[in-house]
């Protein structure tokens, strides 16, 4: 082979080794390969929902029955968790002591209005032996003071009588309101004190209360709801225990006095009828409150990504995906409101985003057509 030959073979051979070297080159810098993505377009609409509050049941009206007088219970007269009328006889206490304390108040007012009856004759007799000047003025002068003092005992023994009469009311217990009573905290023949024993409770029950601690921030939303009438079927508050819907609706009756400056909250009482007797005092569950919005963007919440604590979604931008910050409102079923970051028109990732990261290329697939807006979730 000639020297010619020979250097046209090599010249060729390095030429078919640049041009390997740089299809390698191209390859290796060639990206990952596009991923395939589902997208929707960015809708607003009018979305109705519940916001939830923990909530306990209150009585509008409960009081601890303690007795006035000492002694021991003779009677129990109702049936206990039963309804009880206003008025209606509840306890008994052993009327002895206070009967004999009744007795001897009589008989000292006798005793009494006895004097009196003497000094009014006295001071009669002696005014006109006064008018004959046959009596010394000091007698008249004594008799006059007697009579004032007899008058003065007989006023003081009618109140004492009085007040006798009172603690013999006191030693039958009656129901200060119509309501509940519970179970006693006494059995027939217990000794009880005045004002420290507690015989029982008693609450009123139609309507019942649901009080709940807002923040300072919704009490003008809850003030223009105070004193709304409720019609039927409305669903402005509702009541929850473990999902299951109390059926009647209620209405606000009182926002407390003030704001707690530690915590910033205000407490709040709503009213429920309670026809069935089925709400008890102190029960726990939800108050649901009815929240409207309007031109709200809401987007599937699968499209959510999280991350260290703050939530972002993928925008379709140029057959690339971009991340984009966002802060969450209210979740409506599978669906949730986006408060800031997005805007009606924008093209978010809804599924595939697993395997994105900012500026990963995508397939684009055509975007899904915005759905109704959602109304109120169910409960």
Do not use: W
């Amino acid at each position: 082979m000639s020297l010619k030959n020979i250097l046209s073979y090599a010249s060729v051979t390095l030429l078919l080794a640049a041009f390997a070297c740089g299809n390698k080159n191209q390859q290796g810098m060639q990206g990952p390969p596009p991923v395939n993505v589902a997208v929707q377009t960015v809708s607003t609409g009018d979305a109705a929902y519940y916001d939830e509050y923990p909530a306990i049941v209150r009585a509008l009206q409960e009081v601890e029955l303690r007795p006035q007088v000492s002694g021991y219970i003779t009677g129990i007269h109702f049936t206990e968790g039963q309804q009880v009328k206003k008025g209606q006889k509840l306890y008994s206490i052993d009327p002895q002591q206070t009967s004999a304390n009744y007795n001897q108040a009589l008989a000292n007012l006798s005793v009494q209005e006895a004097n009196l009856d003497k000094a009014k004759r006295d001071v009669d007799r002696y005014r006109e032996l006064d008018k004959k000047d046959a009596i010394a003025k000091q007698q008249v002068d004594y008799a006059e003071a007697t009579y004032a003092a007899a008058e003065k005992q007989v006023e003081a023994a009618k109140a004492a009588v009085r007040s006798v009469q009172t603690s013999v009311r006191y030693a039958t217990i009656v129901a200060p309101f119509d309501g509940t009573i519970g179970i006693s905290a006494v059995r027939l023949g217990a000794a009880v004190t005045p004002g420290q024993t507690v015989l029982n409770t008693i609450s009123s029950d139609n309507p019942i209360a649901v009080d709940i601690t807002v923040d300072q921030q919704e009490i003008y939303r809850f003030t223009e709801l105070l004193g709304r009438k409720v019609s039927k079927g409305d669903s402005t508050f509702r009541l929850s225990f473990k999902g299951e819907l109390y059926p009647y609706p209620g209405k606000i009756s009182v926002i407390d006095r003030a704001v707690d400056p530690q915590t910033g909250t205000i407490k709040m009482r709503i009213e429920f009828p309670n026809v069935n007797h089925s709400l008890r005092s102190g029960m726990s569950g939800t108050l649901l409150v009815q929240s409207t919005t309007s031109k709200s963007v809401i987007i599937p919440y699968k499209a959510v990504n999280e991350q260290l604590g703050e939530f972002y979604v993928y925008v379709a931008d140029s057959a690339k995906a971009t991340q984009v910050k966002i802060k969450l409102g209210k979740q409506i079923g599978r669906n949730i409101i986006i408060r800031e970051g997005l805007k009606e028109g924008d093209v978010i990732i809804t599924e595939g985003i697993q395997n994105l990261r900012e500026g990963t290329p995508i397939n684009i697939a055509p975007p899904a057509p915005a759905g109704n807006a959602p109304q109120a979730a169910k409960k």
